[in-house]
């Protein structure tokens, strides 16, 4: 395909604006899928990623479109990934990108979200074409929306389209939009092979798909291709594109986005932002941008029944089979017995991982606090060690000092909600960088310890704005603080699933709202249950859980026995949701239900 006929953008959109009802009309316009084959959000495949509507694999699809000047252009269309959680993937992505299209809702207007996608897209040099989306809506305002994105982000609204995704309204005029105001890429056929790895993912039909973004140089079938920064040689067995069917073609040459398949077994072998080139003839530079992806949340996951440990193994090499950034190794747990530590690029990216564990293989679980990595710079110069598990702290004696990650945080709010962001920000040990307001709308940022916002931050600020506010959050490096290992004591027991590395300012608070959860989510006992948090052996709170008088039969006055038998059961099923500890029993629920903050 020439260059001056293709057109490379992905759409940046807050979540529900309307990405993916637009995608499948683009696709739908330009012939890509029979009007019968338009099952609802063909870009979202995974149920997941339906269910939750975010994308978490960048996807593209190829367009033919013939425009009104009677070209025929070649649109290729990059949906991205939509949460925080992935933002070098969404970097990538639109780094294989020349424009992109930014939908905004024209009854909801800018959101946090969007921001951060804009700013990198226009970092990204990117022509930025505004759809002003859902105008069949009777609280439509698409003028006020387009002063909006001219306030708020500084770009122009001259080429924007008002559109309905829905009704079909302003297709045409997106697609001519494209083909007008975004360029074409640049690059040269005859230079060595210069491709970006996108994203990968594992087919079971396939095996390794690697999303390729050719920007010198050909790719074609039977060539030996060396990935720069793994150092690996592979033979390339089929080059293609999505339309949004496979197409297999001949080759794809510079400007093109497409995949192929190299006989890879696993999608860690193919790191996101890796240069692709040819091994005989490579090129001299590889391209600029590349990091390696890190868990930066991690948490113990035990099976709850001891007999589905190697269930619990094998479900998890299957999903990293497909996600090479989460991480797991061995664990075991004094009271939880053998499980895993999980390494996370943040909570969503957990909770997909925790949800699939349940559903897809059908596992009871037992997730332990969410943790960041903290550095722990040792006494007497021995260095620094990385903390993933605060069960593994070192003896406070052993230790100079401990840092942790710090986040800048960006908040949208109504302006009515934004007394009670502030103090929750201010809660959080967090440091108000700027406040401004633009159209009854308070635009935050704040600094943040990453470990303060893991547990529930996001939760809360949706339940206090009532889903009106929105975040978005990049890491910004190590800060030392004053952190401390916080104990939890069940009947004199520590139990280990529950300890964690709080600041010691917060410690006392947390403490006491840790035993008083505890407290509620344990059953009586037939003995008293003390329960404690203690800092070393300093005890910071203390609850009781009396002890229970009765036989739970007892009222039934020995008269009914398929009652009595009935209650005998309920009360054995409930036993296998627990887990023991010493002789007190901790059901599952407590574990998650403890950390909320609340
Ligand atoms: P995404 O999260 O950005 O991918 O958004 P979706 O495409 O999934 O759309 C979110 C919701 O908005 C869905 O219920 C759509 O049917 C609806 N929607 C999308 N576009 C329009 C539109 O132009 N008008 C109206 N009224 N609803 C729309
Ligand atoms: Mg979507």
């Known amino acids: 395909t020439p260059l001056s006929s293709i057109r490379n953008f992905s759409i940046i959109a807050h979540i529900d604006h309307g990405k993916s ?35 978490i694999k960048a996807q593209t699809v190829r367009l033919d479109y013939t425009a009104k000047d009677g070209k025929a252009y070649v649109l290729n269309l990059m949906d991205t990934p939509g949460h925080v959680d992935f933002a070098y993937e969404v970097s990538r992505s639109l780094a294989a990108c020349e424009g992109a299209l930014l939908v905004v809702d024209a009854a909801q207007g800018v959101e946090a979200q969007t921001l951060a996608n804009v700013y990198q897209s226009i970092e990204h040099d990117h022509e930025i074409i505004p759809v002003i989306n859902k105008i069949d809506l009777p609280a439509a305002e698409p003028e006020k929306v387009k002063a909006e994105i001219e306030d708020l982000i500084g ?13 079909g309204i302003g297709i045409d005029e997106i697609l001519e939009a494209i083909v007008a105001h975004i360029p074409p890429p640049k690059g040269d056929a005859a230079a060595p092979l210069k491709a970006m790895l996108v994203d990968s993912w594992y087919d079971p039909y396939l095996g ?11 790719l074609k079938k039977g060539q030996q291709i060396k990935f720069m920064e793994a150092g690996t040689v592979h033979l390339v067995d089929r080059v293609g594109a999505f339309r949004p069917k496979i197409d297999v073609l001949a080759e794809l040459g510079p400007g093109e986005i497409g995949f192929i398949t190299a006989q890879i077994k696993e999608v860690a072998q193919t ?16 391209l600029p941008g590349f990091k390696l992806v890190q868990p930066v949340v991690f948490c113990g996951l035990f099976p709850i029944d001891a007999n589905d440990f190697e269930k619990l193994r094998d479900s998890l090499y299957k999903l990293r089979l497909n996600d090479a950034s989460f991480s797991f190794e061995m664990e075991t747990s004094a009271a939880l017995g053998f499980g895993f530590r999980c390494g996370f690029l943040g909570l969503l990216h957990l909770e997909i991982i925790q949800e699939r564990l349940t559903r897809e293989y059908d596992l009871d679980l037992i997730t332990t606090a969410p943790s960041v990595v903290y550095h722990i710079n040792l006494a007497h110069g021995e260095g620094m060690t990385e903390l993933h598990n605060p069960a593994d702290m070192p003896d406070p004696m052993k230790i100079d000092t401990i840092e942790e990650p710090w986040i800048e945080a960006t908040i949208y709010v109504p302006d009515e909600h934004l007394g009670s962001i502030l103090k929750l920000c201010q809660d959080r040990r967090g440091i108000q960088k700027n406040l401004t307001y633009v159209s009854g709308r308070a635009q935050l940022t704040y600094e943040l310890p990453l470990n303060e916002v893991v547990f529930d931050f996001y939760d809360r600020l949706k339940s206090i704005s009532r889903g009106y506010a929105s975040f978005d959050y990049h890491q910004i490096g190590y800060r030392e603080g004053d952190l401390v290992k916080m104990n939890v004591l069940v009947n004199n027991e520590p139990v280990d699933a529950l300890s964690m590395i709080v600041h010691r300012s917060a410690a006392e608070t947390r403490g006491r709202h840790m035993v008083e959860r505890l407290k509620d989510l344990i059953p009586r006992h037939m003995f008293k249950v003390p329960i404690q948090a203690a800092i070393g052996g300093k005890v910071i709170a203390r609850e009781t859980i009396a002890a229970l008088r009765k036989d739970v039969t007892a009222k039934c006055y ?11 059961e309920k009360q054995k099923e409930g036993k296998k949701r627990m887990r023991e500890y010493g002789n007190v029993s901790i059901p599952q629920e407590a574990f998650i239900a403890a950390l909320r903050m609340g």
Not at 155 to 167: G, N, P, Q
Not at 208 to 218: E, M, T, Y
Request: glycine share 8%; aromatic share 0%.
């Open 208 to 218: 390794v798909v690697i999303l390729v973004r050719v920007i010198d140089g050909v």
């Open 21 to 55: 009802t637009l995608a499948d009309r683009l696709i739908q316009r330009t012939g890509g899928l029979q009007d019968r084959e338009m099952t609802a959000q063909v870009l979202d495949n995974m149920e997941i990623e339906k269910e939750r509507g975010i994308t």
């Open 271 to 286: 790191a996101v932002g890796d240069t692709i080139t040819d091994a005989k003839r490579p090129t001299a530079e590889a």
């Open 558 to 568: 020995g008269g009914d026995a398929s009652r009595k038998k009935k209650l005998l």
């Open 155 to 167: 770009l122009s609204t001259e080429h924007a389209v008002l559109a309905s995704a829905k009704a």
